[in-house]
């Protein structure tokens, strides 16, 4: 069974000092529809890569890509008509959406032609928007890895405990060769249209930079909407 582990795995294989940039891929309808956007709560899975290439997932790392991350989409908020949030209490819901997500990025990921509109979405999904009379949602997720300092022990920077997102988008990546010693940061963004059903925008970016670095994941996410909303 395919996982989102395994895409990463073929992603990381092919990492560049340049930023790699999927094609643009959208539905029927046009980017000056897709406005009133809903920003759902953004994920980020990093790892610290310690000597011999061994990476563990780390919670605080993770949560500072989550923040970077939803800084930047802040101030790009009136380009890209965003309006408002999607906010779930709810664990066992919270549960649900982020394994949603997680199969739509893979599904999203295997779609070859130029249109998305085959990849359905899901009734929570919907649901979380048209419960607040909203069609567009705005979905991110990043995943990478950063070099740490060999004198740094694991027990202290190796996260206490990990949440369920991060479980489920955990991955190994192969040596990061010709450029072990370099961060690896991918973005991936998604726009789901729910009165449709289905994905009105997916793309992603690869490059190598670090993951909470905020200059790096604004640049990943301008590069993401070019041709689009810019």
Do not use: W
């Amino acid at each position: 069974m395919k996982t989102l582990s395994s895409i990463l795995l073929v992603i990381s294989a092919f990492i560049l000092d340049s930023c790699t940039t999927t094609k643009l891929l959208t539905s029927d309808v046009k980017p000056s529809e897709v406005v009133d956007l809903q920003y759902f709560e953004p994920f980020s899975n990093v790892s610290l890569m310690y000597e011999g290439n061994e990476k563990i997932l780390n919670d605080s790392l993770s949560n500072e890509s989550k923040q970077r991350l939803y800084e930047i989409v802040q101030e790009f908020k009136d380009k890209i008509s965003l309006t408002g949030t999607i906010t779930v209490t709810s664990n066992t819901i919270k549960q649900r959406v982020e394994k949603d997500i997680e199969n739509l990025v893979i599904a999203a990921n295997d779609i070859k032609n130029s249109r998305i509109s085959s990849i359905r979405t899901t009734p929570l999904i919907d649901s979380l928007l048209k419960s607040n009379n909203k069609r567009f949602g705005l979905i991110t997720v990043d995943s990478g890895y950063i070099k740490t300092n060999p004198l740094y022990t694991k027990q202290i920077l190796a996260s206490a405990s990990l949440n369920i997102i991060l479980e489920a988008l955990i991955f190994r990546y192969p040596s990061p060769t010709p450029h072990p010693n370099k961060a690896y940061s991918a973005l991936y963004v998604i726009i789901v249209d729910a009165d449709q059903g289905n994905l009105a925008f997916y793309r992603k970016t690869v490059i190598s930079g670090s993951p909470t670095d905020k200059s790096v994941l604004r640049d990943q996410f301008t590069e993401i909407f070019k041709d689009y909303y810019f």
